[in-house]
């Protein structure tokens, strides 16, 4: 296996290309190129998928998948102990939370539908296989898709994002009807495309722009070395089909591929305020404080307030005692450091104690409800992990209030007033 439309029922048809430049090194064939658009849960789509297979009889089948998802839908994933120092770290709980989510959501209408997200993919595998053809994976790898997606997005779009989670979390939202066979049509496709282009274009252009290239690219790669089918989401036809026109103008992978750059973000700009906030707030407590009394009470405030909130949040996650003493005695020193976090250590000891799997992983992508995923090892480390952290920061803001007003240090009312 390689790493790299007749009209049914309301289905696209599929596009029939001769790739401009795909000669043959004899120059004697032009290759051609046809694209399949599909419903990755519709069941219609799968038939289609078999029958435009067996009746075109391609040399190449390629499918819109990167080789951890062919695992994935294959069960080919090895059975280990997950590093949870390496979930919690460098943003990569945002990176898995995104994945997550839409796997959940797909297969929520899959399971509307009543087949399983990537039948269709399984399914022109099996087919290719039936006729002698060979497979390719064409899709880019789905974490740097991830990574680029989650980079693109501006911080309102993220927390809209993490905003539409909570409903089919906590299990609600689920009663709309959808219509999968409009899905696969043009203008349908089309136009939920325009509308998620509106809510994040930057999203859209990780999600969507950059695999149509990315997609178009490896199919012209491939139909330089026979006749090639592609089996794509229909979210990708209308893109593929025009980078294909004009190959020339393909970006090259390589820029494709690229993990994205570490950029100046809220969440950055934010942690260096509260930074500063603490430092502030610990240099008035130095110079103001009339004993070591005094200092010995700001410190007791800020370990009680933080560490308090910051354990409360592990309980809250029925986290184990022990998650929730480490996130108590670390908080206060987490707080004053913005490259550690309570949750991280916190999450850490979680994970000692229960130890999650792979299998965790493939169990929470079949979570109904949000009671189903709390009984999860893994989702009860990332619990954990983010309550913690929220306590964590709540305690900062009310630590540094209760000092401010302990102490006499700063009358938070009236610099309220000042700054209205």
């Known amino acids: ?98 994945q997550w989510f839409l796997a959940y959501i797909q297969r929520k209408i899959g399971d509307e539908m009543g087949v399983k997200p990537g039948s269709e993919m399984l399914a022109a595998i099996e087919a290719a296989k039936r006729t002698g053809a060979r497979v390719a994976l064409v899709d ?9 997606f989650w980079s693109a997005m501006g911080f309102l779009d993220k927390v809209r994002l993490v905003w539409s989670m909570i409903p089919p979390a906590l299990g609600f939202g689920g009663d709309e009807k959808i219509d999968i066979d409009s899905i696969t049509q043009e203008d349908i496709v089309t136009q ?39 089996v794509v989401g229909a979210g ?23 993990k994205p750059k570490k ?32 200092i010995l009470l700001a410190f007791a405030i800020w370990f009680a307030v933080t560490g308090g909130l910051s354990a409360l949040g592990v309980l809250l996650a029925r986290g184990h005692p022990l998650s929730a003493l480490t996130a108590l005695m670390v908080a206060w020193m987490t707080t004053l450091n913005p490259f550690v976090a309570a949750g991280w250590f916190a999450g850490m000891v979680e994970a000692w ?23 999860n090892r893994l989702f009860r480390v990332i619990m954990v992990a983010a309550l913690s952290n929220l306590g964590a920061m709540a305690g900062t803001f009310i630590g540094i209030y209760i000092i401010w007003k302990k102490l006499e240090l700063v009358d938070p009312a009236e ?6």
């Open 236 to 258: 990708h036809r209308e893109g593929i089909t025009r980078h294909l026109s004009h190959p020339e103008k393909i970006p090259a992978l390589e820029g494709l591929n690229e």
């Open 1 to 98: 296996m390689d790493n790299t439309d007749a009209k049914m029922d309301g289905a696209l048809p599929a596009v029939r290309l001769v790739v401009p430049g795909s000669e043959t090194i004899a120059g004697s064939e032009i290759h051609e190129v046809i694209i399949v658009g599909t419903a990755h849960v519709s069941e219609k789509s799968v038939a289609e998928v078999v029958s435009k297979i067996e009746e075109a009889r391609p040399d190449i089948v390629a499918v819109e998948l990167c080789p951890a998802r062919y695992r994935a839908l294959t069960g080919q994933e090895e059975e280990k102990e997950i590093k949870i120092s390496e979930l919690l770290s460098g943003g990569k709980l945002y990176f898995f939370l995104v």
């Open 353 to 375: 104690k229960i130890k999650p799997t792979v299998s965790d992983l493939k169990r929470l992508a079949q979570a109904d409800s949000f009671s189903q995923m709390m009984e």
């Open 140 to 148: 880019r790898d789905v974490g740097i898709t991830i990574q680029r």
């Open 263 to 294: 950029r100046i973000t809220f969440a950055k700009i934010f942690g260096a305020v509260v930074s500063l906030l603490i430092l502030a707030t610990i240099g008035l407590v130095l110079v103001n404080a009339k004993s070591s009394q005094s």
């Open 415 to 420: 610099m309220l007033r000042g700054i209205i």
């Open 192 to 230: 939920m495309v325009a509308e998620f282009r509106k809510i994040s274009p930057g999203a859209a252009n990780a999600l969507v722009d950059e695999r149509d290239a990315y997609l178009a690219r490896n199919l012209y790669l491939l139909s330089k070395q026979g006749r090639v089918l592609a």
